[in-house]
């Protein structure tokens, strides 16, 4: 999915509850490099990006990546509610889960 897709308010908000799920009973990190790395090492179940990360540069490669590594890969609207979401105090450009826990379904289910 290509970051500027407008993601509709349903999938939105499943996307959030797999991620509160996800940091409760399994394990998420925070932060483009965090999430690129996972990927690559193909330990990453999901992934959520800001769109209004600046420069675009930062987080460009993610969706081509989620793309060949075939993981799900959510816009998301901004920065400061995706840090809220991770559970920080400052924003973040992007949130991947590498343990499900009891989220495991609700990724499945998102990615048919």
Same mark, same amino acid.
């Not at 990453?44 to 769109?51: G, I, M, P």
């Not at 930062?58 to 793309?67: D, E, N, R, S, V």
């Not at 840090?83 to 400052?90: D, F, K, N, R, W």
């Given at each position: 999915m290509d970051i500027d897709t407008e993601v509709p308010k349903e999938k939105l908000n499943r996307a959030m509850e797999?991620?509160?799920?996800?940091?409760?009973?399994g394990k998420i990190k925070?932060?483009?490099?965090? /999430?690129? !790395?996972?990927?690559?090492?193909g330990i990453?179940?999901?992934? *959520? /990006?800001? !769109?209004d990360v600046n420069p675009r540069e930062?987080?460009?490669? *993610?969706?081509?990546?989620?793309?060949e590594k075939q993981v799900p890969l959510v816009p998301f609207p901004t920065k400061v509610e995706l840090?809220?979401?991770?559970?920080?105090?400052?924003p973040t450009s992007a949130i991947v889960v590498i343990k499900e826990g009891d989220?495991?379904?609700?990724?499945?289910e998102f990615s048919e």
């Open positions: 797999i991620v509160e799920i996800a940091r409760r009973t925070k932060g483009t490099n965090e /999430v690129t !790395k996972a990927v690559e090492r990453a179940k999901f992934v *959520l /990006v800001a !769109k930062i987080i460009m490669h *993610l969706p081509a990546l989620c793309k840090g809220a979401l991770a559970g920080l105090s400052v989220s495991k379904d609700h990724i499945k």
